[in-house]
């Protein structure tokens, strides 16, 4: 998929949006808890960073609900099967206990989001938008995102950018404090 370019149009400075792709995960004692994050901009990296998300509750209840039922069918058939699938089982148990850390860990920590290249919480949600800039399948096209750059004063604009990248990315790990956990940016 393309990522989408942002340039000021005041001082040219240039970012893009695909600093959000990536294969993101919280650890806790040993478990894997997905990371939700949005694009934002940080006041101390100067740049479009990853943030966390933390507007993820009702996906999250969703998520939760669903993983509830899904085990819910298996303990039916437990009684009949006791001693098959029990690595499923113990998926789904690990699922759910990652959903639940999930949400305690936006619940506790909401309105302290993270920059998840330096660790700042000086970092605001990019509240732009360039959906319309979906319809055009041409580079030359810019639309107004709304989003001032901070400190600037231009308005960022935003263009498809053509590459296509198909990568494999390496999993980044956080504690839930929202800190890096290897060093290998
Ligand atoms: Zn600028
Ligand atoms: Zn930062």
Known sequence: MPSTDLICDKC??????????????????????????????????????????????????SDI??????????????????????????????????????????????GCERCLQCGSVNVERFDGDYSGLAQYASKETTVNTGFLHPGCGGEFMASINPMRFHCIFEPRLFSVNGHRLDHQI
């Open 65 to 110: 609900d669903e993983a509830l039922e899904a085990i819910k069918v298996r303990t039916k058939r437990w009684a009949l099967f006791s001693l098959l699938n029990r690595k499923d089982r113990l998926d789904e148990l690990e699922r759910l206990s990652a959903l639940i850390a999930q949400l305690a860990l936006i619940g506790e920590r909401k």
């Open 12 to 61: 040219g400075f240039q970012g893009s949006d695909d600093v959000v792709w990536g294969d993101f995960r919280y650890i806790k004692d040993g478990l894997e808890i997905d990371l939700s994050r949005t694009l934002g901009w940080c006041a101390d990296c100067s740049d479009f960073v990853p943030m966390e998300d933390f507007a993820v509750k009702d996906k999250l209840l």
